[in-house]
Protein backbone atom coordinates (compact mmCIF):
# COMPACT_ATOMS: atom_id res chain seq x y z
CA UNK A 1 0.00 0.00 0.00
CA UNK A 2 1.60 3.39 -1.03
CA UNK A 3 1.39 6.87 0.47
CA UNK A 4 -1.55 7.31 -1.64
CA UNK A 5 -3.68 4.43 -0.95
CA UNK A 6 -2.89 5.12 2.60
CA UNK A 7 -4.47 9.00 2.44
CA UNK A 8 -7.14 6.77 0.69
CA UNK A 9 -8.17 4.57 3.22
CA UNK A 10 -7.48 7.23 6.24
CA UNK A 11 -10.28 9.38 4.52
CA UNK A 12 -12.64 6.19 4.00
CA UNK A 13 -12.36 5.19 7.88
CA UNK A 14 -13.32 9.21 8.58
CA UNK A 15 -16.03 8.96 6.10
CA UNK A 16 -17.62 5.82 7.33
CA UNK A 17 -20.10 5.51 10.68
CA UNK A 18 -17.52 4.81 13.02
CA UNK A 19 -17.58 6.76 16.66
CA UNK A 20 -16.03 10.14 16.75
CA UNK A 21 -13.31 9.09 18.77
CA UNK A 22 -12.23 6.51 16.55
CA UNK A 23 -12.61 8.57 13.93
CA UNK A 24 -10.44 11.50 15.13
CA UNK A 25 -7.81 9.10 16.47
CA UNK A 26 -7.53 7.30 13.23
CA UNK A 27 -7.29 10.80 10.82
CA UNK A 28 -4.76 12.28 13.66
CA UNK A 29 -1.98 9.48 14.22
CA UNK A 30 -2.59 8.70 9.87
CA UNK A 31 -1.57 12.13 8.47
CA UNK A 32 1.10 12.32 10.91
CA UNK A 33 2.58 8.86 10.01
CA UNK A 34 1.80 10.24 6.16
CA UNK A 35 4.09 13.54 6.50
CA UNK A 36 7.14 11.02 8.19
CA UNK A 37 6.92 8.93 5.10
CA UNK A 38 6.89 11.93 2.57
CA UNK A 39 9.74 14.18 4.69
CA UNK A 40 12.13 10.97 4.20
CA UNK A 41 11.34 9.74 1.36
CA UNK A 42 9.83 6.22 2.10
CA UNK A 43 7.62 4.10 0.38
CA UNK A 44 4.30 2.93 3.21
CA UNK A 45 5.89 -0.49 4.37
CA UNK A 46 5.11 -2.32 7.63
CA UNK A 47 8.90 -2.20 8.81
CA UNK A 48 8.44 1.68 8.12
CA UNK A 49 5.78 1.88 10.01
CA UNK A 50 6.80 0.33 12.50
CA UNK A 51 10.10 1.85 12.84
CA UNK A 52 7.87 5.50 13.12
CA UNK A 53 5.66 3.41 15.86
CA UNK A 54 9.08 3.13 17.84
CA UNK A 55 10.50 6.30 17.38
CA UNK A 56 6.59 7.99 18.47
CA UNK A 57 6.79 5.63 21.41
CA UNK A 58 9.85 7.39 22.70
CA UNK A 59 9.06 10.56 21.90
CA UNK A 60 5.94 9.74 24.58
CA UNK A 61 7.43 7.99 26.80
CA UNK A 62 5.51 7.63 30.52
CA UNK A 63 2.56 8.55 28.30
CA UNK A 64 0.69 5.39 29.01
CA UNK A 65 -2.54 6.41 27.23
CA UNK A 66 -0.44 8.12 23.79
CA UNK A 67 1.62 5.05 23.42
CA UNK A 68 -1.77 3.00 23.06
CA UNK A 69 -3.57 5.25 20.63
CA UNK A 70 -0.44 5.06 18.35
CA UNK A 71 -0.55 1.69 18.62
CA UNK A 72 -3.43 0.74 18.07
CA UNK A 73 -3.97 3.17 14.67
CA UNK A 74 -0.66 1.97 13.39
CA UNK A 75 -1.86 -1.69 13.80
CA UNK A 76 -4.83 -1.24 12.24
CA UNK A 77 -3.41 0.32 8.94
CA UNK A 78 -0.77 -2.46 8.69
CA UNK A 79 -3.98 -4.84 9.38
CA UNK A 80 -5.58 -3.00 6.26
CA UNK A 81 -2.36 -2.80 4.03
CA UNK A 82 -2.50 -6.77 3.78
CA UNK A 83 -6.26 -7.31 3.09
CA UNK A 84 -6.56 -3.76 0.99
CA UNK A 85 -9.96 -3.08 2.82
CA UNK A 86 -11.08 -1.76 6.18
CA UNK A 87 -12.21 -4.94 7.71
CA UNK A 88 -15.62 -4.31 9.55
CA UNK A 89 -15.19 -7.13 12.21
CA UNK A 90 -11.89 -6.44 13.40
CA UNK A 91 -11.87 -2.64 13.56
CA UNK A 92 -12.43 -2.40 17.37
CA UNK A 93 -10.45 -5.20 18.62
CA UNK A 94 -7.49 -3.99 16.64
CA UNK A 95 -8.45 -1.14 18.19
CA UNK A 96 -8.29 -2.15 21.81
CA UNK A 97 -5.06 -4.58 21.34
CA UNK A 98 -2.90 -3.16 23.68
CA UNK A 99 1.33 -2.68 23.66
CA UNK A 100 3.07 -5.80 25.02
CA UNK A 101 6.16 -5.39 27.09
CA UNK A 102 9.34 -5.74 25.13
CA UNK A 103 11.49 -8.41 26.59
CA UNK A 104 10.64 -12.03 26.54
CA UNK A 105 11.13 -12.62 29.64
CA UNK A 106 8.70 -9.94 31.31
CA UNK A 107 6.18 -11.22 28.62
CA UNK A 108 6.11 -14.77 29.61
CA UNK A 109 5.58 -13.94 33.21
CA UNK A 110 3.01 -12.03 32.94
CA UNK A 111 1.50 -14.38 30.41
CA UNK A 112 1.96 -17.29 33.22
CA UNK A 113 -0.22 -14.81 35.45
CA UNK A 114 -2.69 -14.01 33.67
CA UNK A 115 -3.43 -17.56 33.08
CA UNK A 116 -3.18 -18.32 36.73
CA UNK A 117 -6.19 -15.71 37.28
CA UNK A 118 -8.04 -17.03 34.21
CA UNK A 119 -7.68 -20.84 36.37
CA UNK A 120 -9.33 -19.10 39.09
CA UNK A 121 -12.00 -18.38 37.15
CA UNK A 122 -11.69 -14.51 37.48
CA UNK A 123 -13.88 -12.58 35.96
CA UNK A 124 -12.56 -11.33 32.04
CA UNK A 125 -13.07 -8.14 32.68
CA UNK A 126 -10.91 -8.53 35.80
CA UNK A 127 -8.37 -10.43 34.01
CA UNK A 128 -8.08 -6.97 31.36
CA UNK A 129 -8.36 -4.92 33.66
CA UNK A 130 -4.86 -6.87 35.58
CA UNK A 131 -3.17 -7.13 32.06
CA UNK A 132 -3.40 -3.17 31.23
CA UNK A 133 -2.10 -2.71 34.74
CA UNK A 134 0.69 -4.88 34.91
CA UNK A 135 1.58 -3.98 31.40
CA UNK A 136 1.91 -0.14 31.67
CA UNK A 137 4.07 -1.25 34.70
CA UNK A 138 6.10 -3.54 33.01
CA UNK A 139 6.85 -1.58 30.10
CA UNK A 140 7.68 1.72 32.78
CA UNK A 141 10.44 -0.48 34.22
CA UNK A 142 11.77 -1.43 31.00
CA UNK A 143 11.84 1.77 29.86
CA UNK A 144 14.45 2.37 33.22
CA UNK A 145 16.27 -0.41 32.29
CA UNK A 146 14.79 -3.14 34.27
CA UNK A 147 14.52 -6.47 31.58
CA UNK A 148 13.83 -9.25 34.20
CA UNK A 149 12.19 -9.36 37.99
CA UNK A 150 15.80 -9.91 39.67
CA UNK A 151 16.73 -6.57 38.59
CA UNK A 152 13.38 -4.70 40.20
CA UNK A 153 13.81 -2.75 43.10
CA UNK A 154 11.60 -0.70 45.67
CA UNK A 155 13.18 2.49 44.50
CA UNK A 156 11.79 1.47 41.17
CA UNK A 157 8.50 0.58 42.48
CA UNK A 158 8.39 3.81 44.38
CA UNK A 159 9.33 6.10 41.09
CA UNK A 160 6.69 4.53 39.58
CA UNK A 161 4.19 5.55 41.82
CA UNK A 162 5.10 9.51 41.56
CA UNK A 163 5.65 9.53 37.60
CA UNK A 164 2.98 8.06 36.40
CA UNK A 165 0.32 10.66 37.11
CA UNK A 166 -2.44 10.23 34.06
CA UNK A 167 -5.26 9.07 37.26
CA UNK A 168 -7.46 12.00 37.49
CA UNK A 169 -8.49 10.08 40.91
CA UNK A 170 -7.41 8.75 44.09
CA UNK A 171 -10.04 6.03 43.33
CA UNK A 172 -8.55 5.23 39.82
CA UNK A 173 -4.31 5.37 40.66
CA UNK A 174 -5.84 2.80 43.93
CA UNK A 175 -7.40 0.10 41.86
CA UNK A 176 -3.99 0.24 39.36
CA UNK A 177 -1.74 -0.03 42.17
CA UNK A 178 -3.48 -3.39 43.76
CA UNK A 179 -3.30 -5.13 40.89
CA UNK A 180 0.31 -4.35 40.27
CA UNK A 181 0.72 -5.05 44.36
CA UNK A 182 -0.70 -8.33 43.48
CA UNK A 183 1.47 -9.08 40.26
CA UNK A 184 4.15 -8.81 42.34
CA UNK A 185 3.23 -10.84 44.91
CA UNK A 186 2.82 -13.54 41.86
CA UNK A 187 6.42 -13.04 41.52
CA UNK A 188 7.55 -13.48 45.31
CA UNK A 189 5.50 -16.64 44.70
CA UNK A 190 7.37 -17.86 41.82
CA UNK A 191 10.74 -16.82 44.06
CA UNK A 192 11.54 -14.26 41.54
CA UNK A 193 11.91 -11.22 43.83
CA UNK A 194 12.36 -10.57 47.47
CA UNK A 195 9.45 -11.75 49.93
CA UNK A 196 8.56 -7.86 50.82
CA UNK A 197 8.79 -6.21 47.45
CA UNK A 198 5.19 -5.88 47.29
CA UNK A 199 4.91 -3.27 50.61
CA UNK A 200 7.01 -0.85 47.97
CA UNK A 201 3.60 -0.82 45.98
CA UNK A 202 1.39 2.35 48.04
CA UNK A 203 -2.31 1.09 48.10
CA UNK A 204 -3.85 3.10 50.77
CA UNK A 205 -5.02 6.60 49.43
CA UNK A 206 -7.52 9.00 51.34
CA UNK A 207 -11.05 8.79 49.49
CA UNK A 208 -12.94 11.67 49.71
CA UNK A 209 -16.14 11.45 51.15
CA UNK A 210 -19.12 12.62 48.81
CA UNK A 211 -22.55 13.11 49.33
CA UNK A 212 -25.15 10.58 47.28
CA UNK A 213 -26.41 12.72 44.23
CA UNK A 214 -29.76 11.80 43.31
CA UNK A 215 -31.92 12.87 39.91
CA UNK A 216 -34.39 15.52 40.71
CA UNK A 217 -38.50 15.08 40.33
CA UNK A 218 -38.08 17.27 37.18
CA UNK A 219 -35.06 15.39 36.30
CA UNK A 220 -36.82 11.90 36.16
CA UNK A 221 -39.71 13.63 34.42
CA UNK A 222 -37.35 14.86 31.71
CA UNK A 223 -35.76 11.04 31.72
CA UNK A 224 -39.58 10.02 31.13
CA UNK A 225 -40.10 12.55 28.28
CA UNK A 226 -38.24 10.48 26.27
CA UNK A 227 -40.51 7.28 26.07
CA UNK A 228 -41.55 7.06 22.16
CA UNK A 229 -39.03 8.95 21.01
CA UNK A 230 -38.42 8.06 17.09
CA UNK A 231 -34.58 8.83 17.42
CA UNK A 232 -33.25 5.43 17.54
CA UNK A 233 -29.86 6.07 20.01
CA UNK A 234 -32.32 7.97 22.52
CA UNK A 235 -34.88 5.63 22.21
CA UNK A 236 -32.11 2.82 23.77
CA UNK A 237 -30.85 4.89 25.76
CA UNK A 238 -34.43 5.41 27.06
CA UNK A 239 -34.65 1.85 27.09
CA UNK A 240 -31.24 1.43 29.28
CA UNK A 241 -32.21 4.07 31.44
CA UNK A 242 -35.33 1.98 32.54
CA UNK A 243 -33.69 -0.70 33.96
CA UNK A 244 -31.44 1.95 36.01
CA UNK A 245 -33.98 3.61 37.16
CA UNK A 246 -36.61 1.22 37.96
CA UNK A 247 -34.88 -2.09 38.37
CA UNK A 248 -31.43 -0.20 40.06
CA UNK A 249 -29.10 -2.70 37.59
CA UNK A 250 -25.79 -1.81 36.72
CA UNK A 251 -24.30 -0.07 33.50
CA UNK A 252 -22.10 -3.54 32.96
CA UNK A 253 -24.93 -5.39 33.55
CA UNK A 254 -27.34 -3.63 31.25
CA UNK A 255 -25.09 -4.01 28.51
CA UNK A 256 -24.60 -7.78 29.36
CA UNK A 257 -28.39 -8.41 28.97
CA UNK A 258 -29.34 -10.69 26.35
CA UNK A 259 -32.91 -11.96 25.15
CA UNK A 260 -32.84 -15.11 27.45
CA UNK A 261 -32.61 -13.05 30.14
CA UNK A 262 -36.15 -11.55 29.78
CA UNK A 263 -39.61 -13.90 30.42
CA UNK A 264 -42.23 -12.58 29.22
CA UNK A 265 -44.33 -14.67 30.21
CA UNK A 266 -43.26 -14.32 33.95
CA UNK A 267 -42.66 -11.02 33.67
CA UNK A 268 -39.41 -11.16 35.22
CA UNK A 269 -35.31 -10.34 34.32
CA UNK A 270 -32.88 -12.79 35.34
CA UNK A 271 -29.39 -11.45 35.58
CA UNK A 272 -25.66 -12.43 36.98
CA UNK A 273 -23.94 -9.46 38.48
CA UNK A 274 -20.44 -9.24 36.78
CA UNK A 275 -19.58 -7.12 40.47
CA UNK A 276 -20.73 -9.63 42.86
CA UNK A 277 -21.56 -12.47 40.42
CA UNK A 278 -24.81 -13.07 42.38
CA UNK A 279 -28.07 -13.95 40.42
CA UNK A 280 -30.97 -11.30 40.88
CA UNK A 281 -34.38 -12.55 39.43
CA UNK A 282 -36.07 -8.66 38.78
CA UNK A 283 -39.91 -8.09 38.44
CA UNK A 284 -40.42 -6.68 34.76
CA UNK A 285 -42.48 -3.83 35.33
CA UNK A 286 -44.52 -2.45 32.22
CA UNK A 287 -42.58 0.88 31.65
CA UNK A 288 -39.18 -1.36 31.43
CA UNK A 289 -40.72 -3.87 29.42
CA UNK A 290 -42.41 -1.53 27.10
CA UNK A 291 -39.16 0.27 26.71
CA UNK A 292 -37.36 -2.83 25.37
CA UNK A 293 -39.75 -3.98 23.28
CA UNK A 294 -40.30 -0.27 21.57
CA UNK A 295 -36.43 -0.46 20.91
CA UNK A 296 -36.03 -3.94 19.72
CA UNK A 297 -39.29 -3.43 17.30
CA UNK A 298 -39.00 -0.28 16.06
CA UNK A 299 -35.43 0.91 16.33
CA UNK A 300 -32.96 -2.03 16.89
CA UNK A 301 -30.69 -2.77 13.59
CA UNK A 302 -30.83 -6.75 13.18
CA UNK A 303 -27.28 -8.08 13.59
CA UNK A 304 -26.65 -9.39 17.14
CA UNK A 305 -29.08 -11.88 17.47
CA UNK A 306 -27.72 -12.73 21.43
CA UNK A 307 -27.59 -9.16 23.17
CA UNK A 308 -30.95 -6.78 23.59
CA UNK A 309 -28.93 -3.34 23.07
CA UNK A 310 -26.29 -3.31 20.04
CA UNK A 311 -24.52 -0.29 18.66
CA UNK A 312 -25.77 1.93 16.04
CA UNK A 313 -22.63 2.08 14.16
CA UNK A 314 -20.43 -0.20 12.49
CA UNK A 315 -19.72 -2.80 12.53
CA UNK A 316 -23.35 -3.37 14.49
CA UNK A 317 -22.05 -5.44 17.77
CA UNK A 318 -23.30 -5.56 20.95
CA UNK A 319 -22.72 -2.43 23.18
CA UNK A 320 -19.66 -3.19 25.45
CA UNK A 321 -18.13 0.34 26.58
CA UNK A 322 -19.73 1.96 29.65
CA UNK A 323 -18.55 5.25 28.89
CA UNK A 324 -21.44 4.75 26.11
CA UNK A 325 -23.76 4.19 29.08
CA UNK A 326 -22.54 7.56 30.46
CA UNK A 327 -22.39 9.70 27.14
CA UNK A 328 -25.95 8.98 25.86
CA UNK A 329 -27.49 9.40 29.26
CA UNK A 330 -26.53 13.10 28.61
CA UNK A 331 -28.80 13.17 26.46
CA UNK A 332 -32.01 11.91 28.65
CA UNK A 333 -30.47 14.86 31.55
CA UNK A 334 -29.81 18.14 29.76
CA UNK A 335 -30.48 20.20 32.57
CA UNK A 336 -28.01 19.59 35.43
CA UNK A 337 -26.43 21.80 37.45
CA UNK A 338 -22.85 22.51 37.05
CA UNK A 339 -21.06 19.39 38.78
CA UNK A 340 -23.91 17.04 39.10
CA UNK A 341 -22.60 13.47 38.03
CA UNK A 342 -24.64 11.94 34.91
CA UNK A 343 -24.58 8.26 33.72
CA UNK A 344 -26.68 4.83 34.14
CA UNK A 345 -25.14 5.20 37.86
CA UNK A 346 -27.09 8.25 39.33
CA UNK A 347 -30.54 6.52 38.47
CA UNK A 348 -29.99 3.62 40.24
CA UNK A 349 -29.04 5.63 43.64
CA UNK A 350 -32.12 7.47 42.77
CA UNK A 351 -34.26 3.85 42.76
CA UNK A 352 -32.17 3.61 46.38
CA UNK A 353 -33.20 6.56 47.70
CA UNK A 354 -36.86 6.54 46.09
CA UNK A 355 -37.19 3.27 48.19
CA UNK A 356 -35.26 4.23 51.60
CA UNK A 357 -37.78 7.06 51.46
CA UNK A 358 -40.88 4.78 51.27
CA UNK A 359 -39.99 3.29 54.28
CA UNK A 360 -38.55 0.19 52.81
CA UNK A 361 -36.69 -2.16 54.54
CA UNK A 362 -32.08 -1.73 54.38
CA UNK A 363 -31.79 -5.01 53.98
CA UNK A 364 -34.68 -5.38 51.33
CA UNK A 365 -33.32 -2.38 49.15
CA UNK A 366 -29.97 -4.16 49.77
CA UNK A 367 -31.24 -6.85 48.34
CA UNK A 368 -32.93 -5.75 45.33
CA UNK A 369 -29.78 -3.71 44.57
CA UNK A 370 -27.73 -6.98 44.79
CA UNK A 371 -25.00 -5.38 47.19
CA UNK A 372 -22.65 -8.12 48.33
CA UNK A 373 -22.81 -6.49 51.74
CA UNK A 374 -25.88 -4.53 53.72
CA UNK A 375 -23.58 -1.76 54.76
CA UNK A 376 -23.08 -1.11 50.90
CA UNK A 377 -26.47 0.58 51.74
CA UNK A 378 -25.54 3.21 54.17
CA UNK A 379 -23.82 6.39 51.72
CA UNK A 380 -28.12 6.39 50.11
CA UNK A 381 -29.57 7.20 54.37
CA UNK A 382 -28.53 10.75 53.90
CA UNK A 383 -31.13 11.31 50.92
CA UNK A 384 -33.74 10.84 53.11
CA UNK A 385 -34.30 13.93 54.59
CA UNK A 386 -37.24 13.98 55.65
CA UNK A 387 -36.27 11.25 58.38
CA UNK A 388 -32.60 12.67 58.66
CA UNK A 389 -34.15 16.09 60.37
CA UNK A 390 -35.18 14.17 62.76
CA UNK A 391 -32.06 13.11 64.18
CA UNK A 392 -30.68 16.39 64.31
CA UNK A 393 -29.97 17.66 67.95
CA UNK A 394 -31.91 21.09 68.68
CA UNK A 395 -28.97 23.80 70.13
CA UNK A 396 -30.85 24.49 72.82
CA UNK A 397 -30.01 20.95 74.12
CA UNK A 398 -26.62 21.28 73.50
CA UNK A 399 -26.22 24.58 74.81
CA UNK A 400 -23.64 27.51 74.17
CA UNK A 401 -19.83 26.72 74.98
CA UNK A 402 -18.24 29.11 77.85
CA UNK A 403 -16.73 31.05 75.33
CA UNK A 404 -19.94 32.86 73.85
CA UNK A 405 -21.84 33.25 76.91
Known amino acids: MDIQKTIDFINKFYAEEYSKTARVSMKGVGHELIQYLAINGLPFSEGNAQDWLTLKM???EGRYFQIIRYHHAVNLIIEVSKTGEIAYGKVFNLLRKSPRPAGHEWQIILDGYLAELSMEAKAASTIRFSDRACTKFIMFLELHGCMHPNQLTPGLCRRYESETGDHSTHNGKRAYQYKIRLFIRYLERKGLVARTMEYAIKTRYRIPQRMVTILSEDQKREVCSARGTVDAVLNRTYAMATLALYLGLRSVDILNLRFSDIDWIANTVRVVQQKTMRELTLPLIAAVGNAIADYVLHHRPGSDPTHI??????????????SSCYSYT???????????????????????????RNHT?????????????????????????????????ALGEVGLPEVFR
Open 58 to 60: KQN
Open 309 to 322: FVSHRRPYGRLTSR
Open 330 to 356: LELVRNRPDGQPAGMHIMRRTLASDLL
Open 361 to 393: RHDLVSSFLGHASAVSIEPYLNTDSERMRRCSL
